[in-house]
């Protein structure tokens, strides 16, 4: 895919010359600011969402990517039949490897393919650059503001570019936005009880999950197995990811601008620095021969070589080979704060690829049939329009505590999640940091990650920035 990235970004200047004068000629929508609602007629179209064959978008067998002949499968089903019957319409799904990319082709070309898409925001960001999609807050029939139904403003940065908004996110779904966050630890509880030791789910309701906690997590949590006679690793996880994880979670933002709009990467600050030394401290200092750091999979996890591992949320709840599937007592926290955080609630994770995201090609028929449509189909399920109903859904189905249910809710909200942008070489240093050390990486990666950040990310960034004050609940 990154080759095919390389190859038509060329195309991209040209495209952007061309794309209004090739577009197809509009259908001029049956309604008007003086109809109601109830009065709207879409005269029998057909609208078109190009959907991803993929593991996430469960495949052709779902509907809104919830597998068929399950409870939200059903809702689905039943919401997009409410939705053609109501305005005479017809949604129907076109099964592509890569959503994004036939969209942005059909741009290329001028040619209408689909009404709108759903695909992993990785795959979208330079096609956004490119203007192949529709700057949502251009049209009057979505609140593309509105976060409780369309997503965290900074779970939606990758979406943003240059004062544009392209993304949606179906928040009002149940796991349709938590399932894109990335590293976060997942515990298994039956190790904790066998030690008898303090579960970090304790320490974290109580204010306590810090560094000083962690360290004697890493000191206690490691043992060997009763049952197996193996040992068990106190923590499994990647150093690079690990140590970036904590940094943000030490008061670091990833980027910042000051008063004289001058723009600055937390990656390289005092406060990260100290929670890159502080995870190599755990990793290859004192508590080294309890991490297990090489060769980490989520897999083995599973099999009880450890007690903590750092994983991202897909492989939590997403597929029937993922933890909630095939462990009954597991549990999950954030990396512990540090002594430079705000306080508890002062942690933090990161986002690579917003899952699910939606937007609407510059190519569709007519965006705002396209954006009133979508806005129906991703109104909140009936039984799931409160918080707490969607707790409970979470305990019922996934959880054995509910706290878990909670931390997977709240991961989403406010500040707690940060975008990361894994395209444009801004993992390699951290990747870098077990071989080559941590000052070595710094400075051999530190004008590179400025140049990128200022090429890539600080044009989503200052969009956020500048529209802060329309998001609301």
């Known amino acids: 895919m990154r080759k095919i990235l390389s190859a038509i970004l060329c195309a991209m200047m040209l495209f952007t010359c061309i794309s209004c004068a090739a577009q197809a000629p509009e259908i001029v929508p049956e309604y008007d600011a003086g109809i109601s609602e109830e009065g709207i007629d879409l005269k029998g179209q057909t609208l078109i969402m190009g959907m991803v064959k993929d593991y996430f978008f469960e495949g052709e067998d779902s509907t809104l990517s919830y597998t068929n002949n399950t409870e939200l499968g059903d809702l689905a089903a039943q919401r997009l039949k409410d939705v053609e019957d109501k305005y005479n319409c017809k949604v129907e799904f076109d099964y592509v490897g890569r959503a994004g990319e036939v969209a942005f082709q059909s741009a290329v070309a001028g040619s209408y393919i689909f009404d709108f898409i759903s695909e992993e925001s990785y795959f979208l960001v330079n096609y956004m650059k490119a203007n192949a999609f529709v700057d949502l807050t251009s049209l009057d029939n979505i609140d593309v503001f509105d976060e409780?139904?369309?997503?965290?403003?900074?779970?939606?940065?990758?979406?943003?570019?240059?004062?544009?908004?392209?993304?949606?996110?179906?928040?009002?779904?149940?796991?349709?936005?938590?399932?894109?966050?990335?590293?976060?630890?997942?515990?298994?509880?039956?190790?904790?009880?066998?030690?008898?030791?303090?579960d970090p789910?304790?320490?974290?309701?109580?204010?306590?999950?810090?560094?000083?906690?962690?360290?004697?997590?890493?000191?206690?949590?490691?043992?060997?197995?009763?049952?197996?006679?193996?040992?068990?690793?106190?923590?499994?996880?990647?150093?690079?990811?690990?140590?970036?994880?904590?940094?943000?979670?030490?008061?670091?933002?990833p980027i910042s601008i000051d008063s004289n709009g001058k723009f600055s990467v937390g990656y390289f600050s005092q406060p990260a620095i100290e929670a890159y030394n502080q995870a190599w401290e755990w990793f290859y200092g004192t508590t080294a021969g309890n991490v297990l750091s090489e060769g980490v999979n989520t897999e083995d996890f599973i099999a009880g070589n450890s007690v903590l591992h750092s994983t991202s949320v897909w492989k939590i709840i997403s597929t029937t080979d993922s933890v909630a599937y095939t462990m009954d007592n597991f549990g999950i926290v954030p990396v512990p704060y540090g002594p430079n955080a705000l306080g508890p609630n002062d942690y933090t994770t990161s986002y690579s690829s917003a899952v699910f995201t939606m937007c609407i090609p510059i190519t569709a028929k007519d965006p705002e049939i396209s954006a009133l449509v979508l806005d129906k189909i991703y109104e909140p399920f009936e039984g799931y329009e409160t918080r707490e109903e969607i707790l409970d859904y979470l305990y019922n189905n996934y959880f054995k505590d509910k706290r878990d249910a909670e931390f997977l809710m709240d991961i989403t909200s406010g500040d707690h999640i940060y975008y990361h942008d894994h395209m444009h070489d801004f993992s390699t240093m951290f990747d870098q940091f077990p071989n080559n050390g941590i000052v070595k990486s710094l400075e051999s990666y530190e004008d590179k990650h400025y140049e990128n950040m200022e090429r890539y990310v600080l044009p989503a960034y200052q969009t956020m920035v500048d529209y802060a004050e329309y998001f609301h609940e």
Not at 177 to 197: F, K, M, P, Q
């Open 148 to 198: 409780s139904k369309w997503g965290n403003k900074n779970m939606r940065m990758s979406t943003m570019f240059d004062g544009a908004i392209y993304g949606l996110l179906p928040a009002a779904h149940p796991m349709r936005e938590a399932i894109s966050v990335g590293n976060i630890l997942v515990i298994n509880g039956d190790h904790i009880t066998n030690l008898l030791a303090t």
């Open 201 to 253: 789910r304790d320490y974290f309701e109580n204010g306590e999950w810090n560094w000083a906690t962690f360290s004697d997590c890493m000191n206690t949590y490691a043992h060997t197995s009763g049952i197996s006679n193996e040992f068990v690793y106190a923590l499994s996880s990647g150093f690079g990811g690990f140590s970036r994880e904590l940094a943000m979670s030490n008061g670091v933002d």
